[in-house]
């Protein structure tokens, strides 16, 4: 089985691929996740993992890397987008935000196969409810650490899934690689597992 390279320090992508038994290599672009501007969260999350595929390309000036994976992950709630908090203060206010209602989790997928073929693409959705938060809970939770280098603030792998009533869609979506729809794109693009 070939190595995929992925295009992420996320601690949690490397992990579940991992657990699928998928060989990878981590390469983490200095890639800004940037989400000002006017455009849907479903496009920005797409536009960031393939900046990251190109970053990782760009380091590869004489070999053709194959099997590389971008990735990039948000929260939507109130039509607003919800990145990874600078703070305890800016995690407490997330989670204040997402305390009884139901949000969005946008994971945009960008796969090279190898240079030369154009990048293929995905965005999954999944809906998630969180149930009403006490202050005290979400002071708990902030005093964790947990949220420290999540979108939206939360991990629903970790302690964060105390609050989730429910979700619609991919799990592993919400925790920050859509498995499913990564398994769909590799089987396409002729992966040998």
């Keep these: 089985m070939e190595t995929i390279i992925l295009a992420s320090g996320s601690p949690r992508r490397r992990d579940l691929l991992g657990r699928v038994h998928i060989p990878v290599k981590v390469i983490s672009p200095n890639v800004?996740?940037?989400?000002?501007?006017?455009?849907?969260?479903s496009e920005m999350v797409a536009?960031?993992?393939?900046s990251k595929v190109e970053a990782v390309l760009e380091l590869f000036k004489t070999e053709s890397p194959r099997w590389v994976l971008g990735v990039d992950t948000v929260v939507v709630v109130d039509g607003?987008?919800?990145g990874k908090p600078q703070d305890a203060a800016a995690a407490e206010v997330m989670l204040g935000r997402l305390s009884g209602k139901v949000h969005e989790v946008y994971s945009?997928?960008?796969l090279l196969v190898r240079r030369g073929i154009a990048v293929e693409q995905q965005t999954?959705?999944?809906e998630v409810k969180f149930r009403e938060m006490t202050a005290s809970e979400m002071r708990y939770y902030v005093d964790t650490g947990d949220w420290v280098g999540a979108a939206g603030g939360y991990r629903i792998q970790e302690r964060g899934g105390f609050f989730v009533e429910w979700i619609r869609g991919s799990?592993?979506?919400?925790?920050?690689l859509p498995i499913e729809a990564f398994y769909g794109i590799l089987v396409r693009n002729g992966f040998q597992f």
């Design 32 to 41: 800004p996740e940037d989400y000002s501007g006017s455009a849907p969260a």
């Design 47 to 50: 536009r960031i993992a393939l």
């Design 80 to 82: 607003n987008i919800l």
């Design 124 to 126: 999954v959705r999944t």
């Design 108 to 110: 945009g997928l960008a």
């Design 171 to 176: 799990y592993s979506n919400v925790v920050g």
